[in-house]
């Protein structure tokens, strides 16, 4: 039997224990098999089914570790080593070599959709239904902004002659092949219109929800702070600077100060995490593919002499330069965050600059949740936004709390394009091995810069949809060049 990505994703969720496994935030017994027509008939049920779309969001095509890792090695701050082999050909923007996200994503947004048809049937409180309400309507957003954002342009910067749309959307679960559409791919802005429109639900729909929640689940602060980021790279700044100000009332998520910064790095769960990615014990990716030994070698902060992962992505010297482009009298870097990267071990090879924002929860090798959202970015989404508004001072004002938080001095006197640069400077240091790097300098329309330069007009850019998908949905039209 033929098997589709698409369909697939799309047509099993509800068919596999996937849906309904039970995942270690909720307290109810495994389901190995489920009745797909009465699979979400009882609160219970619904409670766990969210839960599986929360752990949908680890598999490492996701933020497990593609999500956050591939936009560092696309872009100009990762570089492959080869000390495994994996991740070179991303590093080399080879043709096909990007994200690979499709078919997970679509998954859990058929697990969202399914919740959501059902929701309105299944006896709850309402304040129950409004909560998984609005979970999975941010959660599809999620998934949704994370394919538009690979697999097509953004609407700040397009090349009109290699544009083939959006990415398809389907806003109905479904249980059988049968039922499955083949839609085509909708324009850019009009997926864009539905997450935003997904977050206005969600933001509407957990007033209600505990703060405390956060930030392994969705809040409102949550909802608010993504909001802020699809707005921005939309090009919507009045909107981008309006919802980072209320992420930023919110109470979710904690600003850190110049000394207490690198510490949160050092916990279970990092004190700026608007919305994280929990991994509990026993959901540990391992050696090969985890975030810490695709970033270090390390096993321990210091401990050279130990070898643990493979440090397949490290800094490269323009990301460190940068990093330590600012100095004391003395010669001393004067930026606090060039102190989460440190020389790796020789267990794999030469030995070179690693950073270490992963390096296992609770002292649990290849174990770390990971922030999706901090704080620390809605005061540079406002920056930014305020800029394109033409509020420059304001601009200013934001840019410096970020500058000074990391031991840098307030800059003054900056406008124009020496402002932006200087605040993009900024989304880059402050955000560097986190899956941020690749997406700003598409949405900006700049080259990438490196030892193989990828210009914004290569075709490159884009992600290529799986060819299964292209030969089973006739509608839909694959990138160009591919």
Known sequence: MKKYMFKRALATSVLTCGLFACSSLVDVKPKTAVDSS?????QEAVNAAVNAVYDALQHTDLYGRDLIA?????????RATNNSSRLVA???????NHMINWTQDYYGINQANLILAALPKVTMTDAQRNSYLGQCSFLRALMYFDLVKSYAYMPTAIIPEYNRGGVPLSLTGVLTLQQVDYPSRPSIDEVYTQILADLTVAIDKLTGTANSRGPVYATKGAAQALYSRVA???GKYQESADFATSALASGVGSFQSKTTYVAGWRTAVNPESMFEINFQTNENIGVNLSLQTTFTTLV??????????????????ALLADLESEKDASG????????????GTKGRGAQNIETTKFLGKNGTINLDNVPVIRISEMYLNRAESYYRLGREADAIKDLNT??????????TGLTGAALLDEIIKQRRLEFAFEGHRFWDLKRLGRDIVKTTNLPFTDYRVLARIPISEINNNRKLQQNYNY
């Open 38 to 42: 009465t699979a979400l008939t009882t």
């Open 70 to 78: 591939i936009p560092e090695v696309l872009s100009d701050n990762g």
């Open 90 to 96: 991303e590093y080399q923007n080879q043709p096909g």
């Open 232 to 234: 921005l790279y939309a």
């Open 300 to 317: 321990t902060l210091g401990n050279t002499a130990q070898t643990g992962g493979f440090g397949d992505v490290v800094p490269t010297a």
């Open 332 to 343: 001393a870097v004067l930026d606090i965050r060039r102190q989460l990267y440190e020389l």
């Open 402 to 411: 970020i500058r000074t938080r990391s031991g840098l001095p307030e800059k």
